[in-house]
């Protein structure tokens, strides 16, 4: 990692490609996320860990204004160094990302400022991904937006588990004094008891136990579990979920080696744990957790991730709309939350757990495949020669191919193209899937495993778009094709249907086909708009050329490994 860094006591430069580089996201554009940020970094003053915000600059720019912080902030890339002095933005380039100032209004989230803040997201977990990032801290979010965004997770939490296709995740609570993890989190208090299981608790044990060794350095951890009743149910009386669920759960992690006692009464439990009887207390359900975690650590307590591939800390609290733009929200949770974040990242780095606390963490493709997707006349195919140039430019070997490819299928495809009628829909998808496992097997899965960049014109996206126009399901056209590698990255770019029938119409100087008639053309264009998926980023399509050029290169450096040179 590149960034500047200076020792606190010595006042001498940290060697700059070792030191971590933490990703901010910035949170919920009206909260108090993009205050807490522009504050810490202000107050850091290039001490620390180096750090870049993630997030919308103008945004930001209008929010120190406001704060009076005269600070500089500059634009950030992917494989930079940082810029001493300054404040580094990384701004996302999604085209439902991007804000106007002056008709946001604090404290009064929306679909658009959710659609925002789930791009920050996003765009982390690319950098990560790509080896541009040591570990991300994340600022508040709210999950009514998140909602209203078209995003169905309980938090933060859940969302990031999904991003990193994390199987076994937990959430813990981590301060100097306390930390500890949640068998259940954001459920009803009713419904907890239903929620415990002897597996659930064992493996909140192994996992907890296993991040204590490997993320915060703790040899030989010591676990207390909390009991679920007043008393630890009193034999009974109260409850029988300790003996029946909680007290197996701890023979069964013992048994696998760990040092963990319990269950122990809640409220003597905490005290214990606070004056360093155990490194981690397990608890039940959230507010029994929360409440003794905040009591002794409300303005530094961080919420860090474990399971995760990758370092995930959060701030320890919300997104404050009562105080958002007052200017009197403190840093001081997200400065725990990045010095927390490259702690564990040289911790993983030391003991070996960069890639993952899983046993068998998914191998790394060694090439990159970017599909150009959209419309036809969206200027997809000149986008791709553009790219293919840049990235030719930069030292990388590049693959440039397109579908419908040129094999057999693939001109019987063209040949449809006047001709759609001659047959049934579900034969035209027959043949696209046909050309395509060829084109995977013969094309595609060679490249990626030699080291390439792959970039295809089209791919499995379009297929479930134009064919998903004619009445086919999407859904299932998409199931179809899990025999193709899925891209690193798919540019949707998006341009209203009668622009693309025009451009057709005045840069070929001839009639658009069957495939490019502007009532179907509007058809494919709202089926791309339902489309999801990690590797999707939609990017507007109109405009100056090179500005769209550059929207793409911002996107598409996210992905690149940092070995290149970028």
Same mark, same amino acid.
């Given at each position: 990692?590149?960034?500047?860094?200076?020792?606190?006591?010595?006042?001498?430069?940290?060697?700059?490609?070792?030191?971590?580089?933490?990703?901010?996201?910035?949170?919920?554009?009206?909260?108090?996320?993009?205050?807490?940020?522009?504050?810490?970094?202000?107050?850091?003053?290039?001490?620390?860990?180096?750090?870049?915000?993630?997030?919308?600059?103008?945004?930001?720019?209008?929010?120190?204004?406001?704060?009076?912080?005269?600070?500089?902030?500059?634009?950030?890339?992917?494989?930079?160094?940082?810029?001493?002095? @300054?404040?580094?933005?990384?701004?996302?380039?999604?085209?439902?990302?991007?804000?106007?100032?002056?008709?946001?209004?604090?404290?009064?989230?929306?679909?658009?400022?959710?659609?925002?803040?789930?791009?920050?997201?996003?765009?982390?977990?690319?950098?990560?991904?790509?080896?541009?990032?040591?570990?991300?801290?994340?600022?508040?979010?709210?999950?009514?937006?998140?909602?209203?965004?078209?995003?169905?997770?309980?938090?933060?939490?859940?969302?990031?588990?999904?991003?990193?296709?994390?199987?076994?995740?937990?959430?813990?609570?981590?301060?100097?004094?306390?930390?500890?993890?949640?068998?259940?989190?954001?459920?009803?208090?009713?419904?907890?008891?239903?929620?415990?299981?002897?597996?659930?608790?064992?493996?909140?044990?192994?996992?907890?136990?296993?991040?204590?060794?490997?993320?915060?350095?703790?040899?030989?951890?010591?676990?207390?579990?909390?009991?679920?009743?007043?008393?630890?149910?009193?034999?009974? !009386?109260?409850?029988?979920?300790?003996?029946?669920?909680?007290?197996?759960?701890?023979?069964?992690?013992?048994?696998?080696?760990?040092?963990?006692?319990?269950?122990?009464?809640?409220?003597?439990?905490?005290?214990?744990?606070?004056?360093?009887?155990?490194?981690?207390?397990?608890? !039940?359900?959230?507010?029994?957790?929360?409440?003794?975690?905040?009591?002794?650590?409300?303005?530094?307590?961080?919420?860090?991730?474990?399971?995760?591939?990758?370092?995930?800390?959060?701030?320890?609290?919300?997104?404050?709309?009562?105080?958002?733009?007052?200017?009197?929200?403190?840093?001081?949770?997200?400065?725990?939350?990045?010095?927390?974040?490259?702690?564990?990242?040289?911790?993983?780095?030391?003991?070996?757990?960069?890639?993952?606390?899983?046993?068998?963490?998914?191998?790394?493709?060694?090439?990159?495949?970017?599909?150009?997707?959209?419309?036809?006349?969206?200027?997809? @195919?000149?986008?791709?020669?553009?790219?293919?140039?840049?990235?030719?430019?930069?030292?990388?070997?590049?693959?440039?191919?397109?579908?419908?490819?040129?094999? @057999?299928?693939?001109?019987?495809?063209?040949?449809?193209? @006047?001709?759609?009628?001659?047959?049934?829909?579900?034969?035209?998808?027959?043949?696209?899937?046909?050309?395509?496992?060829?084109?995977?097997?013969?094309?595609?899965?060679?490249?990626?495993?030699?080291?390439?960049?792959?970039?295809?014109?089209?791919?499995?996206?379009?297929?479930?778009?134009?064919?998903?126009?004619?009445?086919?399901?999407?859904?299932?056209?998409?199931?179809?094709?899990?025999?193709?590698?899925?891209?690193?990255?798919?540019?949707?770019?998006?341009?209203?249907?009668?622009?693309?029938?025009?451009?057709?119409?005045?840069?070929?100087?001839?009639?658009?086909?069957?495939?490019?008639?502007?009532?179907?053309?509007?058809?494919?264009?709202?089926?791309?708009?339902?489309?999801?998926?990690?590797?999707?980023?939609?990017?507007?399509?109109?405009?100056?050329?090179?500005?769209?050029?550059?929207?793409?290169?911002?996107?598409?450096?996210?992905?690149?490994?940092?070995?290149?040179?970028?």
């Amino acid at each position: 990692m590149r960034c500047n860094v200076r020792d606190k006591k010595t006042g001498r430069a940290i060697d700059i490609e070792s030191a971590p580089l933490i990703g901010i996201t910035m949170g919920c554009p009206v909260g108090i996320g993009p205050e807490v940020a522009l504050k810490y970094l202000w107050q850091a003053a290039g001490e620390g860990p180096g750090a870049v915000i993630i997030g919308d600059r103008e945004v930001l720019v209008s929010t120190a204004r406001r704060l009076g912080l005269p600070a500089v902030i500059c634009d950030w890339q992917p494989g930079q160094p940082l810029r001493s002095g @300054s404040i580094n933005v990384y701004q996302t380039v999604d085209a439902d990302a991007v804000l106007n100032p002056r008709k946001l209004r604090y404290g009064c989230p929306n679909r658009q400022t959710g659609l925002a803040m789930v791009s920050y997201i996003k765009a982390a977990v690319r950098l990560l991904r790509a080896g541009h990032l040591s570990a991300m801290a994340t600022c508040p979010i709210t999950k009514a937006a998140l909602h209203e965004a078209g995003y169905d997770y309980p938090g933060h939490t859940e969302m990031l588990a999904h991003l990193f296709k994390a199987e076994e995740f937990a959430m813990m609570m981590a301060g100097k004094s306390l930390k500890v993890t949640l068998a259940t989190i954001h459920q009803s208090l009713a419904s907890v008891a239903a929620g415990l299981t002897t597996e659930v608790i064992c493996d909140l044990i192994d996992l907890s136990a296993r991040s204590l060794r490997r993320d915060f350095a703790v040899r030989n951890p010591r676990l207390a579990v909390a009991a679920l009743n007043p008393h630890a149910g009193e034999g009974g !009386m109260f409850g029988d979920e300790e003996e029946r669920i909680i007290a197996p759960a701890i023979a069964r992690a013992q048994a696998m080696g760990w040092q963990v006692e319990g269950p122990f009464p809640p409220d003597t439990i905490f005290n214990k744990a606070a004056a360093g009887d155990f490194d981690l207390v397990v608890c !039940m359900y959230h507010d029994q957790g929360l409440i003794p975690f905040k009591l002794l650590h409300f303005a530094d307590g961080v919420n860090v991730t474990i399971g995760l591939p990758y370092v995930r800390t959060s701030v320890d609290h919300g997104t404050a709309y009562d105080i958002a733009g007052k200017g009197t929200a403190s840093p001081v949770s997200l400065k725990a939350a990045v010095e927390m974040a490259a702690m564990i990242a040289e911790n993983r780095r030391k003991y070996g757990a960069e890639c993952s606390l899983s046993p068998s963490p998914s191998p790394v493709r060694q090439g990159r495949l970017i599909a150009f997707e959209g419309i036809d006349g969206s200027g997809k @195919s000149t986008q791709i020669e553009l790219l293919a140039e840049t990235l030719r430019g930069e030292g990388f070997e590049v693959l440039l191919t397109r579908e419908p490819t040129d094999s @057999s299928y693939g001109r019987r495809i063209r040949e449809l193209y @006047s001709h759609r009628e001659a047959v049934s829909h579900e034969e035209e998808l027959e043949l696209f899937i046909a050309d395509r496992r060829q084109h995977v097997a013969e094309v595609i899965n060679p490249a990626l495993e030699s080291g390439k960049i792959v970039l295809t014109d089209r791919y499995f996206l379009s297929t479930a778009a134009y064919q998903g126009a004619n009445g086919l399901d999407p859904d299932d056209i998409l199931r179809r094709n899990n025999f193709a590698p899925s891209p690193d990255l798919a540019l949707i770019l998006e341009v209203p249907p009668s622009l693309s029938v025009a451009r057709i119409r005045q840069g070929r100087g001839e009639t658009p086909n069957d495939f490019e008639q502007e009532d179907y053309l509007t058809k494919v264009a709202a089926v791309f708009a339902g489309l999801t998926g990690d590797y999707i980023r939609r990017l507007p399509g109109t405009g100056d050329l090179d500005a769209v050029r550059l929207r793409i290169w911002q996107a598409v450096k996210e992905i690149l490994p940092p070995a290149q040179g970028l």
